[in-house]
Every structure is written in structure tokens, then in C-alpha cells.
């Protein structure tokens, strides 16, 4: 069965300064991989996503992530946060099945 | 687009109460799922539909959950009778018919039952 694991529960960084959210997933077959930000009192919102072709995906927000199959990895990276970027994000892997698995999401503080 | 839409946003109950959330999917996704948040748990699937159709129901909980979808624009999560371990925030998600489609969240029902 499919994983996922987001290793960091609470991340605090300064703003302006760099990010980096991690995720590990297991899945026996090629992984279809998402990053979500929820935001308080809503739902979860689409960063971005991987299939397949290039390993270094840009989303929204000036997001990017990029899928390493040798580490199993799908990290969440920002070169400068912004104060609005405080919130939780989770990353999903999704299954032949239509269901996506989610981490337990890691919470961004970010310091003015 | 008007995104997912659920009712009610908030929600108090006594326990034994009959709870109804509701949930309007986006037009032309075919997939509709019923999340449940809580801080000790995360995010757990509860049941999945597919072109109105339960797919996968082995994430609810209880014989006190149920759900419908009785139409391509409506499903029902019902809990009868509630209990306080019941308090979370419920979501509802859809998806166009393509397992590589994201989900699409609505802003969630948040149930508080006392």
C-alpha cells in the first residue's frame, strides 16, 4: 500500500528567507504526486503536481518541487517565503485507484 | 467555477443528534470524495463516489456514518446518532474523471458535537 510521510510536523523560517518541505513516499509504481495548502478555516488548495516528464515542477505562488525516484522524495521548495505563505501543507501521493494518500502535513510559521 | 460547496460551515450538536452535511461538487467532475480532519488523526478518507457511485467506503468509521449521492451535484455525510469523538472538520472534495486529477476542496463543515 502507498505512503506517505512528511518527516517535519512545524517548520519556522524568517521571511525572505529559502524553503524546503520534505515528503517520502512509498508506491510500488510510478507516483502521481501532489503539494496542497491549506490555509486556516479551508480547504485544501493545489500547489502542484507531478506525473511524469520533467522532475522539476513549478506551481503557484512561486512554488516548485522536484521528484527524486532514487530518494523517493517529492520536496516542496521556495526561494524567498512570504508572510502569507504561513499555513499547512500536505503532500499526497495518488493511486491507480483515484484515491490520494496524504502526509500528516507540516506546518509553515513564518517570522517577519 | 464556484468551487466545491458545503453546508453548513459550522455545526453544533447535542450527542444522540442526527447530523446532515451536505455537499455540492464542482459541474462535470465524476469523482467525490468526504475527508475528516481532526489534529490527533490528520486527514482521513471516509468514502469515495464515482459517477455517483460508492466506490470505497472502508474509511467510515461506524454503522453511524453514512452517505449518498443521490445525483451528480449533491452527496449527503450523515451521522446518526453523533458522539463527541464525532468533532471535526469534515471536507468534500471532487475530482474530474482522471486518477491524475487533482482534488478539489470545499472549505469544509466544522462539527462540534457536545
Known amino acids: 500500500a502507498q505512503s506517505v510521510t512528511q518527516p517535519d510536523i512545524h517548520i519556522t523560517v524568517s521571511e525572505g528567507a529559502s524553503l524546503e518541505l520534505r515528503c517520502n513516499y512509498s508506491?510500488?509504481?510510478?507516483?502521481?504526486l501532489f503539494w496542497y495548502v491549506q490555509s486556516p478555516g479551508q480547504g485544501l488548495q493545489l500547489l502542484l503536481k507531478?506525473?511524469?516528464?520533467?522532475?522539476l515542477v513549478q506551481g503557484i505562488k512561486g512554488f516548485e518541487a522536484e521528484f527524486k525516484r532514487s530518494q523517493s522524495s517529492f520536496n516542496l521548495r521556495k526561494p524567498s517565503v512570504h508572510w502569507s505563505d504561513a499555513a499547512e501543507y500536505f503532500c499526497?501521493?495518488?493511486?491507480?485507484?483515484?484515491?490520494?494518500?496524504f502526509g500528516d502535513g507540516t506546518t509553515l510559521t513564518v517570522k517577519p | 467555477d464556484a468551487g466545491v460547496i458545503q453546508s453548513p460551515r459550522h455545526e453544533v450538536t447535542e450527542m444522540g443528534q442526527e447530523v446532515t452535511l451536505r455537499c455540492k461538487p464542482i459541474?462535470?467532475?465524476?469523482?467525490l470524495f468526504w475527508y475528516r480532519q481532526t489534529m490527533m488523526r490528520g486527514l482521513e478518507l471516509l468514502i469515495y463516489?464515482?459517477?455517483?457511485?460508492?466506490?470505497?467506503d472502508s474509511g467510515m468509521p461506524e454503522d453511524r456514518f453514512s452517505a449518498k449521492m443521490p445525483n451528480a451535484s449533491f452527496s449527503t455525510l450523515k451521522i446518526q446518532p453523533s458522539e463527541p469523538r464525532d468533532s471535526a472538520v469534515y471536507f468534500c472534495?471532487?475530482?474530474?474523471?482522471?486518477?491524475?486529477?487533482?482534488?478539489?476542496f470545499g472549505n469544509g463543515t466544522r462539527l462540534t458535537v457536545t
Open positions: 463516489f464515482n459517477n455517483n457511485v460508492p466506490i470505497d
Open positions: 459541474s462535470g467532475h465524476n469523482s
Open positions: 472534495a471532487s475530482q474530474r474523471n482522471s486518477y491524475n486529477s487533482p482534488l478539489h
Open positions: 508506491y510500488g509504481a510510478t507516483p502521481y
Open positions: 507531478y506525473f511524469s516528464g520533467d522532475t
Open positions: 499526497a501521493v495518488d493511486t491507480n485507484a483515484g484515491k490520494s494518500t
